[in-house]
């Protein structure tokens, strides 16, 4: 009986050993993902230059709701990624989303065609283009959501902003 007893907790114990294994595997993970993966600080926080300003209203007689921004930045501790960053930054309580990433090329610009969608036309073969958002979701001064579908553009020569 005491061995079986014993046997009993010994299996109990292996179970909660690798419970605890598994979930400091998992909590490191996330970190890492977080730091080395997860979205970059924005660009005001690194080594970046405002290249276009695209403002986006709710309405034709609202304030700006949203900001989409074009910047050209380097990145890394020695700096060591140069290139494109679009974001969607939102005024009123200062959240910033990353919408696009692509290496240095000739050119990136943003536009907005109708139905609330945000064009990005870029020099850059597709693979350079990172879209890390198909969709973002802003909202106005009163709380409402809005959709802004993202789709990219290839060309040659990009329309001036």
């Known amino acids: 009986m005491l061995a079986k007893l014993r046997s009993a907790a010994n299996r109990l114990m292996l179970w909660v050993i690798a419970a605890v294994i598994t979930l400091a595997v998992l909590f490191v993970s996330v970190l890492l993902y977080k730091w080395w ?63 696009a990433t692509a290496e240095q090329g000739q050119c990136l610009t943003v536009s907005l065609a109708k139905h609330g969608q945000l064009i990005i036309h870029h020099s850059h073969s597709r693979g350079d283009l990172q879209l890390a958002k198909s969709s973002v979701i802003y909202r106005n001064e009163q709380g409402q959501p809005f959709t802004l579908a993202v789709s990219s553009e290839r060309t040659d020569d990009c329309p001036l902003p």
């Open 37 to 99: 993966v997860f979205e970059p600080e924005p660009p005001t926080a690194a080594a970046c230059e405002a290249l276009q300003v695209l403002p986006l209203k709710a309405n034709d007689q609202s304030a700006v709701a949203a900001e989409i921004q074009v910047y050209q930045c380097q990145r890394g501790k020695r700096e060591q990624w140069q290139g494109f960053e679009v974001w969607l930054r939102q005024p009123l309580s200062n959240d910033w989303q990353r919408i």
